[in-house]
C-alpha cells in the first residue's frame, strides 16, 4: 500500500505582511495626528545599481501606502567613506528623520562598517548597526535586521515554538544568516550553522527541525535532506524568482514552508516599516 503524498501548508508571507503593516499604517496615522508630523524613513543609495534602485523605490512606495514619509538622498557612485558617514550622521541628527535606510552593498571603496555605525542606533530600523546586532545577541530591546525579524514573526503566526528544536541555518552573512541564528537562540533553539566551509552539509541539514536556508544559491537545498515533518524556510531570493530551496521536492517532506516569492520577502519590507514607526514613536514620546 503506498502511502498519500504529503505536501506541507504554505506559510504566507504577504497576507502576513499586509496584516503587519495595516497595523503599522493606523499607528503611523494616530503619531501623525498627535505631533503633527508623520513618521519619516530617510533612504540612502549610492550610485545606481539597478536592483539597488528597484528595492528602495519599493520601500518607498510601501511607505507612501503606510502612511510613512520618506526622504530619499541619491549619492554617486564615487562618494567617498567620509562623505557617506557625513551625510549619515547628519540624517542620525536630524530631529525630522525618525529611521534611516543604507541600501547595501555601496561599492568596494566604500568601508562600509563606517557607514553603518554612522546611522544613530535609535535610528537604525534596519538593523545594521553593531548595537543593533548585540541587542539581537543579548536578548535586549532594539531593533531587530529585517529579514531575520520578519522570519521570527512568520514563525510566530504559524504557532512554531523554537524551543528545544534543532535549528539549522544555512548561510552566516552579518544581515541574514548571523542575526537569525541569534534570535532563533535566544528563543531556546539549539543552532547550527552552516557556510562554505562546512562538510557533510546534507548530514548537518538532515537534523533540521527548523531550517533556514540563506545561501544565495539556486535550489540549493534538496528535498531528500530535509527531516519529515521540518519547518522549511527560504529566504533566498535568486534571479528569476527562485528561493534557495528546491520548492517542489522540500514540500513533500515539510509541514510548513515558505513560499519564494510571497514569504520571506514581504516580511522585510513589514519590519522595515514596523521599526520605524516603532522609532518614531519611541523619539517623540
Ligand atoms: P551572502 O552574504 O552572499 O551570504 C551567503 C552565505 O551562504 C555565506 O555565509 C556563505 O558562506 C554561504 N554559502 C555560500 N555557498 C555555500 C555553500 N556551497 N555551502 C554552504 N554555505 C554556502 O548572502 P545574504 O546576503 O545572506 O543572502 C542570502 C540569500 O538571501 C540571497 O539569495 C539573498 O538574495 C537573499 N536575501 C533575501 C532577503 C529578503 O528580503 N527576502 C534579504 C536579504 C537576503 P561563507 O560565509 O563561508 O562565504
Redesign the pocket.
Known sequence: MTSAPKTARFMDGTALAREITERTAARAKALTERTGKAPCLATVLVGEDPASVTYVKMKRNRCAKAGIESRHVELPADITTEELVATLTGLSEDPDVHGILLQHPVGEHIDERAAFEAIAPEKDVDGVTMASFAAMGFGLPGFAS??PG?IMRLLDAYDVDPTGKRAVV?????????PVGLLLLGRNATVT??????TD?SEVVREADILV??????E?IRGEDIKEGAVVID????PGNV??VHFASAAERASLITP?PG???????AVLLEQTVDAAERLTA
Open positions: 529585517c529579514t520578519g544555512v548561510g552566516r552573512s552579518a544581515i541574514l544568516g548571523k550553522y552552516c557556510h562554505s566551509r562546512t552539509l536556508a540563506a545561501v544565495g544559491r539556486p540549493f529566504a533566498g531570493y535568486n528561493g534557495d519564494v514569504g520571506v520577502g514581504p516580511m522585510t519590507i
